[in-house]
């Protein structure tokens, strides 16, 4: 079962990708579609561009009078209706008017309809036929080394490559190819045209000779259909590779934003906000991911919060035959003058209190443990650092006199938090390091942009680098001077960290550079007052 979930979930991913794919085909085939209407109409200026080309340049060099004349003799040459009309009174289009302007040739086919503007006039001429014919290329092969043969040598290329631009390939030639038959010679001798046909691309060219001279033009080779121009196949591959691109990009970015969710829910449940759920979108693998992640993350804050109620509850119940044994203690200590009972009374008496202060450290850990599981963000009001640090200084300066616990002078420093909490991490590390400085503890406060500082140093032996991970956990202790004998339940280091967990900050341990000791830092990030 499990395999066909999976290999279903697969399925539609690549279902996602083929229709990608096949959408990816559909503009290929259009565009390729798009990209054969464009040589197809390019194939057909190409192909009708010269004879109106030809004739607009013969009558733009003319008067009205003879150019009527010489528009008449062409029209029975080529056998074409020609005539003559100004661009106004044609009308054509926005478009049809730049092309005209530029010097291209308008070309509508079956039946077919050629329009060029007269170089350097007003004047449109239009061409109206209905099918090309072997007699209108040799007429148009004759007309063209006719208009050459009728200007000065040293102009006629010129004119030529001008004239060939839109057009068929036209050139001048001094001499003619060895491959030509006799037969050929003679009649272009003889002032008729030649058609020659190169079968390797079906290529076809129309020679001419000039009248009056041993000179040659060509008109070709034209060939149709071949392989897509540079400039036609580059942006169809680019189109392709652009629009599979996005494809692909819009599919995965769906499947990694919903990954970075999981990742993002991931994170928060590690730092101990069990509360972060997944959003499930579907039923795909990603979905059934996620339905999985959520209901780990209850399980998991349903046995945490079952560990934390039994913690709470069995400390509150440890406080009542706790206070039954010392007020049954004091009332035998009060019923005895042996001084060996009553030192053996006071001896028990301070174990009851020792037992009284790990009930209440083992309840602030399992209440502070409880609202990070619930996820809620501790209230927080304006704290005045320096003013706080001060009271726990003077809290415990009387119960270690041997010790000079100094505060760093330096400005009021402005923090929003919740102060009884803050108040009992500073209290717990000024407590840690009394317990094991020899003679100097020393508490420094630092404000920055975006945190507040406070560094706690002694001058006693340290932490070791291998332990400075451990020690926060809870009942953690040191095997070296750090032991029981020096006092303390294991509780303080963990109930630091999850003060700082509950305000969004974090405390380190490392040397300190002044004292020799060990540093504990709190790293408090400054926020927004509550509205």
């Known amino acids: 079962m499990r395999w066909k979930v999976i290999r279903g979930s697969f399925v539609r991913l690549y279902l996602l990708l083929g229709m990608s794919l096949l959408a990816v085909f559909l503009i290929a085939v259009g565009g390729r579609a798009l990209i054969d209407q464009v040589r197809q109409k390019d194939y057909r200026e190409q192909l009708a561009t010269l004879p109106v080309a030809l004739v607009a340049e013969e009558l733009s060099e003319l008067a009205p009078g003879p150019r009527d004349k010489r528009l008449a003799k062409r029209a029975r040459e080529l056998g074409m209706e020609l005539r003559l009309t100004r661009m106004d009174a044609a009308d054509p289009g926005y478009f049809e008017r730049i092309r005209l302007k530029q010097g291209r040739a308008l070309v509508e086919p079956s039946p077919w309809r050629l329009r060029k503007r007269l170089p350097g006039t007003s ?27 009728a200007m000065p040598a040293e102009a006629r290329r010129g004119r030529l490559a001008s004239l060939a ?24 001798a003889q002032g008729q045209v030649i058609t020659r ?26 060939t149709r259909g071949g392989s897509l121009a540079l400039n036609l196949n580059l942006p169809l591959l680019m189109g392709l590779l652009l629009a599979l691109s996005l494809c692909i990009y ?37 979905g059934r991911l996620g339905m999985a992640f959520n209901g780990m993350a209850r399980q998991v804050q349903t046995l945490l919060r079952g560990q934390q109620d039994m913690i709470r509850a069995v400390s509150h119940e440890l406080r009542t035959p706790v206070a039954r044994i010392r ?24 174990d009851i209190g020792e037992l009284d202060e790990l009930i209440d450290e083992i309840l602030t850990f399992a209440r502070l443990d409880g609202q990070t599981l619930g996820g809620a963000e501790m209230e927080t009001t304006p704290v005045e650092c320096r003013a706080m640090a001060g009271r726990v200084i003077e809290s415990l300066a009387p119960l270690h006199e041997s010790l000079t616990i100094a505060l760093a002078p330096g400005p009021e420093v402005m923090l929003d938090a919740e102060p009884r ?5 500073l209290q717990n590390l000024v407590s840690n390091a009394c317990r094991y400085g020899r003679s100097q503890v020393a508490v420094q406060l630092s404000a920055e942009p975006r945190l507040v500082r406070i560094d706690v140093e002694d ?25 029981r004998s ?45 509205a």
């Open 421 to 425: 909490y803050l108040q009992r991490a």
């Open 459 to 483: 001058d006693g032996p340290g932490v070791p680098d291998d332990d400075r991970e451990g020690i926060f956990k809870p009942f953690a202790r040191l095997d070296t001077s750090r032991t």
């Open 486 to 530: 020096s006092g303390g339940y294991g509780l303080g280091l963990s109930i630091v960290l999850k003060i700082m967990a509950g305000h969004g900050g974090s405390v380190t341990v490392d040397r300190s550079e002044t004292l020799g000791g060990a540093r504990f830092t709190l790293l408090i990030p400054r926020r927004e007052p509550p």
């Open 327 to 350: 007020f049954a203690a004091q009332m035998v200590e009060d019923m005895t003058d042996e001084p060996t009972i009553r030192r053996q009374l006071q001896g028990i008496d301070a």
């Open 197 to 222: 046909l190169t079968h390797e691309r079906l290529a076809v060219t129309f020679w001419a000779r000039l009248p009056g001279e041993q000179r040659w033009v060509t008109m070709g080779p034209m």
């Open 250 to 286: 819009l599919v995965m970015q769906r499947i990694e934003s919903r990954m970075a969710r999981l990742e993002l829910a991931a994170a928060r449940i590690a730092s101990g906000r069990l509360e972060t759920r997944v959003k499930v979108e579907n039923g795909d693998f990603l």
């Open 123 to 149: 004047w449109l001429l239009t061409a109206r036929f209905d099918d090309w014919s072997e007699r209108q290329w040799h007429a148009t092969a004759k007309l063209l080394g006719e208009w050459l043969a």
């Open 165 to 188: 631009v839109g057009s068929w390939p036209l050139s001048l030639r001094e001499r003619l190819p060895a491959a030509l038959s006799p037969r050929q010679r003679a009649r272009l």
